[in-house]
């Protein structure tokens, strides 16, 4: 079963204007992080934000935030006054296990072009 | 300074070679990994390393043998390449379990390897 499911392959936005990227998750952990890494074109990965599940509020990192929603198991990515620079692959990721007693990896899903146009 | 660097950053070689791609960290980091992104732009987890010892396998052919001589490094070594084989392979590392941080991943710039 998918553990990071992004249902947007892509998404277009104009430019000063905000969008969100949808993420939901599943799993039965209830001590688990979530993160947003961004890729260009040129192809490295870029932290962007992160989301702990037992953080009260939400994560925000200058234009980013993170509309994290336990319940529903979502953790959508909003990024405000887009920019072109904005253009790039977005991934959504899961780390699974407890961080500080267990073994950790990062489970990816599969990602939304985002193309911001003038 | 990178903090996590590989080399080469493009491989093209025939069907049936063996290649190596290296990867060094600067950062401290106590785990490292080789990650996967096939053509369809799909990241997926294939070792972690934990101070020199491997924590994660998943289901890689054994064509594929991670080497950590220490645990700054993390090598990757295929062998008898195939077709199927081609894609961008990401090293990364992160801090160790037991330590504080949220476990975000460190990548390096990818190679990029092309089997002809």
């Known amino acids: 079963a998918q553990k990071i499911t992004q249902t947007q392959p892509g998404m277009f936005v104009q430019e000063k204007e905000a969008v969100t990227l949808d993420c939901t998750y599943d799993?039965?952990?209830?001590?688990?992080?979530l993160f947003w890494y961004k890729q260009p074109s040129s192809g490295e990965m870029i932290f962007l934000i992160y989301?702990?599940?037992?953080?009260?509020q939400n994560a925000t990192e200058g234009r980013y935030s993170l509309n994290f929603q336990k319940a529903r198991k979502s953790a959508n990515l909003v990024i405000s006054a887009s920019q072109l620079g904005d253009s790039a692959m977005y991934f959504c990721?899961?780390?699974?296990?407890?961080?500080?007693?267990?073994?950790?990896?990062?489970?990816f899903g599969t990602g939304t072009r985002l193309l911001v146009s003038p | 300074d990178t903090a996590v660097s590989q080399t080469p950053k493009y491989l093209v070689t025939q069907m049936g070679n063996d290649k190596s791609i290296k990867c060094e960290q600067n950062?401290?980091?106590?785990?490292m990994y080789w990650y996967k992104q096939d053509s369809k732009k799909f990241l997926k987890i294939m070792f972690s390393y934990n101070n020199k010892e491997l924590i994660i396998n998943e289901t890689v052919p054994n064509r594929f043998s991670p080497k950590s001589p220490d645990k700054a490094h993390l090598n990757l070594h295929i062998n008898s390449l195939e077709l199927g084989d081609s894609a961008v392979y990401f090293c990364?590392?992160?801090?160790?379990?037991?330590?504080?941080?949220?476990?975000?991943?460190?990548f390096g710039e990818g190679s990029r390897l092309t089997v002809l």
């Open positions: 990721a899961m780390r699974e296990g407890k961080g500080n007693t267990g073994f950790q990896k990062l489970v």
């Open positions: 990364a590392s992160s801090q160790g379990p037991g330590t504080s941080g949220t476990g975000e991943l460190f």
């Open positions: 950062l401290g980091h106590d785990t």
């Open positions: 799993t039965s952990d209830q001590s688990y992080g």
């Open positions: 989301q702990g599940s037992y953080d009260e």
